[in-house]
């Protein structure tokens, strides 16, 4: 037999792992060009979600009421997880113009009594919460919510405490502000933020806390709930301080303009 004919077996063994290599070689390229194609197209989905997502889901704000929120499906897992309970939140809407006049006064008197003159940002509130911030960095970040923010965190985003999440409520305010009125935020404000344990909106607030329907609520019952909204998991109306500021809420009333076509 020729030399030419024969391989050692030596010789065939190091060609099967050069293949060897160059197959692995080609594999593993393989894998990381699909690789950084997935991430790609994930960042590329993740943005024009951001982009593209709050204007939508903003506007369609305008004619749908919401059927569920951000806060209230974080809520309900909340207690779930705390109770093992399944428990649905209490939650009905009310129309503005079927609410007393008094609701949306108080909810702006205590909230955002510049509500109708701003951009969605309150930059007073903004900067001095910024310089508690800059003074005392281990503090939370608090201060300068505006109804408008409060709106875009309820209804689209949770109650965690990050930049992530203020840079998320600042982009969904700005496109709230954009294409919402005044009035159909105010309305969604009152009906979607929280007012107690598991309850939401002034609807069903005001017959968890006094067992009537929210057009019989007297002056004094709105500002008692709208007093609550720094704390609805834990004040209550009976609470002293709760009673105080639903004093100064009344004695400091704002002026609801009448284009905004809410009952007396």
Not at 35 to 57: D, I, N
Not at 87 to 100: F, G, I, N, R, S
Request: glycine share 6%.
């Amino acid at each position: 037999m020729s030399e030419l004919g024969t391989q050692s077996p030596a010789a065939a063994s190091k060609g099967n792992a050069a293949e060897h290599r160059q197959d692995s070689g080609a594999k593993s390229a393989q894998l990381h060009g699909n690789w950084r194609r997935r991430l790609k197209r994930t960042v590329v989905a993740l943005v024009a979600m951001v982009l593209v997502g709050p204007p939508l889901q903003c506007a369609v704000l305008n004619w749908v009421d919401p059927p569920v929120t951000g806060t209230m499906l974080q809520r309900t897992w909340q207690h779930w997880d705390t109770t093992g309970d399944w428990t649905l939140p209490a939650y009905t809407w009310v129309d503005l113009e079927d609410m007393p006049r008094s609701v949306p006064t108080a909810a702006m008197s205590s909230e955002d009594r510049s509500f109708l003159s701003h951009d969605g940002f309150d930059w007073v509130a903004i900067r001095r919460a910024w310089h508690r911030y800059q003074t005392k960095p281990t503090a939370r970040l608090v201060g300068g919510s505006t109804i408008s923010q409060q709106v875009a965190r309820n209804a689209f985003l949770a109650q965690n405490r990050s930049w992530l999440r203020k840079g998320l409520e600042a982009w969904y305010t700005i496109w709230l502000e954009a294409l919402v009125s005044k009035r159909r935020i105010l309305e969604v404000y009152v009906n979607i933020a929280e007012m107690g344990p598991m309850v939401f909106g002034v609807g069903a607030a005001s017959q968890h806390w006094f067992a009537k329907p929210c057009h019989n609520l007297t002056l004094v019952q709105s500002a008692t709930m709208i007093a609550l909204l720094p704390s609805p998991r834990h004040w209550t109306p009976q609470l002293p301080h709760v009673q105080r500021r639903a004093k100064w809420i009344v004695r400091s009333p704002v002026t609801l303009p009448k284009r905004l076509a809410i009952a007396e």
